[in-house]
Each structure stands twice: as C-alpha cells, then as structure tokens.
C-alpha cells in the first residue's frame, strides 16, 4: 500500500515566526468576541502582589469569559499597544484583584496549569488558543 502525501510540505512549511503571530491573531479573536468588540466590557485583573515570585515582569490582565464559561485573559500592555487607548481599572466593566480570581477560578487552575509555583495567570495565557 502507497501512502499519498496528505499535503505538499514545500508549500506548508510555515516560519515559527508566523506560526506565533497567527496565534496572537487568534487569541486577540477569541478575546475581541468575548467582550462584544470593545475592551471595556472586560474585568480588570490586577496583579500587585508583593509575594509573587515573577513580581518584577508581572502586569495586569483584562479578563473575559467564554461561552462555556473559559476565562480569556489578554495583557493590559498588550491592549494598550493595540488601541492606542490608556487603560484603567476605572474605565472596564469591574476590577478583580489576582487572590480573588485564584479562589473564584481554584479548581480551574487546579486543572489547566502545570505548576503551584508558577503564576496561574501567565500559565493560563499561554495555554489559551
């Protein structure tokens, strides 16, 4: 039995380059759909705790939810570049400090991420796509 190529690999090879930056596309997508277009329908998410051991490159998340009830998450930085618009806790639908989401999301995360040690926020973020 001959196997048939299921696709031509010269033409498919993507750089990781693109393959990362479709990603990005992706997860801006899913997070654009979540709060309706518009950024202020997010909760603010932040992360000012002194204990936390990636303290010093650790920023604040907008978060939405999913229609399965999934938290999207999208670095406040990272909207910022892209709207080109201040943000502020003031200016999104509530603001939740990092501690509460852990409770109200435990079992969540329990499930989701990898290590006790690490922040669940930027585990999270990296495993959504």
Same mark, same amino acid.
């Given at each position: 039995?001959?196997?048939i190529? @299921?696709?031509?690999?010269?033409?498919?090879?993507m750089?990781?380059?693109?393959?990362k930056?479709?990603?990005?596309?992706?997860e $801006?997508?899913? @997070?654009?759909?979540?709060?309706?277009?518009?950024? =202020?329908?997010a909760?603010?998410?932040? !992360?000012?705790?002194? %204990?936390? %051991?990636? =303290?010093e490159?650790c920023?604040?998340?907008?978060?939405?939810?999913?229609?399965?009830? =999934?938290?999207? $998450?999208?670095?406040?930085? #990272?909207?910022?570049?892209?709207?080109?618009?201040?943000?502020?806790p003031?200016? !999104?639908?509530? #603001?939740?400090?990092?501690?509460?989401?852990? %409770?109200?999301?435990?079992?969540?995360?329990e499930?989701h991420?990898v290590?006790? %040690?690490?922040?669940?926020?930027?585990?999270l973020?990296? #495993?959504? #796509?």
């Open positions: 039995m001959r196997l190529p @299921f696709f031509n690999f010269e033409c498919a090879v750089e990781v380059k693109d393959v930056e479709n990603q990005k596309s992706n $801006l997508y899913l @997070f654009m759909k979540a709060v309706r277009g518009n950024w =202020h329908n909760l603010y998410l932040s !992360c000012r705790q002194s %204990t936390c %051991t990636q =303290h490159s920023r604040d998340f907008l978060m939405a939810v999913d229609a399965e009830g =999934h938290p999207i $998450l999208m670095p406040v930085d #990272t909207m910022r570049s892209l709207s080109g618009e201040d943000i502020e003031g200016d !999104c639908l509530g #603001t939740m400090e990092k501690r509460k989401f852990e %409770t109200l999301y435990s079992l969540y995360i499930w991420t290590s006790q %040690t690490d922040c669940p926020l930027r585990q973020l990296e #495993t959504q #796509t």
